[in-house]
């Protein structure tokens, strides 16, 4: 590597005609693969097994699936707790990182705080990715709220969005 002094004479190291991108993190890497079943592969390949403790749906278009890595992450991810989110065609929205477990209404609270359908308080969030899926998920509990559903087969959720009617 060539090394240059400053006006002090004080000796530099530094690289030339070589980029070294910053690396990504585990987070965003996995992020970034865009599909639910991508997601889960590669948590697989770099980590071996991992186990669903959750799969909660908000509306039509959103869910969060949420798994614990069994495998050791020390050096590659803040916490064992990942929260993936999705669209309702798997596509990954958003991916949380966390060391314990979060509740879904604290989720949701932090998301959307302005419901009052929603309460609680997240473990600390470790690290977050989000993709080019995402988008305000408030957006998809308001009433006027986007549903492939008829009326007359909807309810609301609590904190809002759409599901199937029971009858």
Known sequence: MPQVSDERGVRNIYRTSVFVPAM???VRTLADTMVLGAVLD???RQFGPYELLDHWRQGEFHHDIVVRIL???RGLLPGSILVIATNCNGGVKELLC???APDRW???HWRCPHVDDFAGSLPPML???ITEHWFDPCDLLASDARSELKEKHRKRQRGGGWEMSPH
């Open 42 to 44: 590669e948590i697989h």
């Open 98 to 100: 966390f060391a314990d």
């Open 24 to 26: 990504k993190s585990t």
């Open 127 to 129: 690290e977050r990715a």
């Open 71 to 73: 495998g050791d992450t």
């Open 106 to 108: 604290a989720l949701w």
